[in-house]
Structures are given as C-alpha cells and as structure tokens.
C-alpha cells in the first residue's frame, strides 16, 4: 500500500522560502511510470495544483507560483520536495503530496488523461510576520 | 486557466436519496474530468477518472458522466458514509484545476 506524508515548517515569515518534503513508503519513487505532484487548499482559493514532476524528469508548474517554485525527486531517499520562495500571507495553505498518475498517450509531451489517486495527509504552513 | 463551476455549492439530503451534483467548464475539456470526495480533516480520495471510470473499490452507487463541458456526479442512494464535500478536476490543460466543491450534508 503506497503512503505519502508530507513534512515541513508550519510557520514561517514573510519572504522566507519553503521547502517541503514528502516521504513514500510502499513502493518505489523510481519504480513504475509514476509522476509526483503537490497540491495546496486554503479556504480563499480551495484547491489550487502546485506541480509535478514527472518519471521522464519533466516538470509542469501552475503559473500563479511558477516563477517562484521548484519540484525535485531525490530517489535515494524515496522523497520528493517542492520549495517555494519568497512566500506571502497568500501562500498560508494545507499543503498536500500526492501520486499523479497517467494514461493513455502523451501529445505534446503531457498525458491529457491523469489523476491524483494517493494523497498524503497534508501538511499546514502558515505564513505570518 | 479553464474555470470549474460546481452546482450546487451546498447540498441537504437524506439517506436513500439519489443526488446529483453538476461541474461545468469555461471550455471543452472532452472527458478528462475527475472526481474526488473529501471528509472533514482528510485528503481528497479520487472517486471518477476520465469522466466515468470508478476507481476500484470505490462503491458502485457512484457514477459520473459528461463530456465537453458539462459532466455530473451521481450517487444512486446515499449513505452515512457519503456526506462529505465533492471536488472536480478538469485534466485537459497543462494547468490542472479543480472545481470550488459541492458540500453534501445531512437533512
């Protein structure tokens, strides 16, 4: 059984940079064709897709944080980890890791058919000075 | 970014009943649209993907269909177990997105 559990700061000031890490058990981060994503809920604007980054190594960003974020794999550890600089009272969310699976064909290089099917816990991060 | 609307945002209903929650796109999205359902202080569970495709082991009193832009999730008879919130996800652009959630709620 795949288990996901995101860690990181909880609270943190204005400009600082977050960084999160998600720990999987049960199975391997480089095994299979499987993709990793976060995914942050707040109250203001529910769920918002942060990133993924995918088996092949390429990384899709949502534009709102893009300039700003970055996902990495690290295959030793089984962890993936996003880090989001310079954060604002905006970035205050439930931050959650999930698997992003595909398939069918790509066109373009993205799986038009994909879905967050295992989620950690999630993780809260409050931005406050 | 393609816009997710839900209908309604909140929902009464009792055990038994069937109920049918709407999620509509700002563009045709074809059937990549998926279905989660949260509990309070869970994660999203995935229910639906590619707009009609049960994930197994999800119960089969849940159904979901649509396509373009106008896709429904459908619970034949509710149960305890099913009050919840309900989100959509909308897969066909790079820039994924979810629907702002329909709160299912006991009458």
């Known amino acids: 059984q795949l288990l996901l559990q995101e860690s990181g700061p909880g609270l943190m000031k204005p400009s600082e940079t977050l960084s999160l890490t998600c720990s999987v058990s049960?199975?391997?981060?480089?095994?299979?064709?499987?993709?990793w994503a976060w995914i942050r809920q707040s109250p203001g604007k529910g769920l918002e897709w942060i990133a993924t980054i995918y088996y092949s190594g390429n990384t899709y960003y949502n534009p709102s944080v893009e300039t700003r974020v970055t996902i990495s794999v690290d295959t030793s550890k089984n962890q993936f980890s996003l880090a989001l600089n310079s954060v604002t009272a905006a970035d205050t969310a439930l931050y959650y890791c999930?698997?992003?699976?595909?398939?069918?064909?790509?066109?373009?290089?993205?799986?038009?058919?994909?879905?967050?099917?295992?989620w950690g816990p999630g993780t809260l991060v409050t931005v406050s000075s | 970014d393609i816009q997710m609307t839900q209908s309604p945002s909140s929902l009464s209903a009792s055990v038994g009943d069937r109920v049918t929650i709407t999620c509509r796109t700002s563009q045709s999205i074809s059937r990549y649209l998926n279905w989660y359902q949260q509990k309070p202080g869970k994660a999203p569970k995935l229910l639906i993907y590619a707009a009609s495709s049960l994930l197994s082991g999800v119960p089969s009193r849940f159904s979901g269909s649509g396509s373009d832009t106008d896709f429904t999730l459908t619970i034949s008879s509710l149960q305890p177990e099913d009050f919840a919130t309900y989100f959509c996800?909308?897969?066909?652009?790079?820039?994924?997105?979810f629907g702002q959630g329909t709160r299912l709620e006991n009458k």
């Open positions: 999930a698997r992003h699976s595909t398939a069918g064909g790509a066109r373009n290089g993205y799986y038009h058919l994909n879905w967050f099917d295992s």
């Open positions: 996800q909308q897969s066909f652009s790079t820039v994924i997105t």
């Open positions: 049960g199975d391997s981060i480089s095994s299979g064709t499987y993709n």
